[in-house]
């Protein structure tokens, strides 16, 4: 059972890898995605998120914003 998921783990990070180098915005969106997954990990109903104007997530949330160009 190890060995299954030892080898389910690398083939796993292999897939990861491939589609983080693609591109920078490959990256960016990977990234992204970690970071809400990371949030939403440690967000309950009674916690208040206060974001620094010069936070990676801000940024990431201005930017896709809807009606920006």
């Known amino acids: 059972m190890q060995k299954i998921r030892?080898?389910?783990d690398a083939t796993a990070?292999?897939?990861y890898a491939k589609?983080?180098?693609?591109s920078p915005e490959a990256?960016?969106?990977y990234n992204f995605l970690r970071t809400?997954?990371?949030?939403r990990k440690i967000a309950t109903n009674?916690?208040?998120v206060v974001l620094s104007t010069?936070?990676?997530v801000f940024r990431?949330?201005?930017e896709s914003s809807p009606g920006k160009k």
């Open 54 to 56: 010069e936070s990676e």
């Open 27 to 29: 990256r960016e969106l």
């Open 46 to 48: 009674d916690i208040t």
């Open 6 to 8: 030892g080898e389910a």
């Open 13 to 15: 990070t292999e897939i």
């Open 60 to 62: 990431l949330l201005k």
């Open 36 to 39: 809400m997954d990371t949030y």
């Open 19 to 22: 589609a983080y180098n693609q």
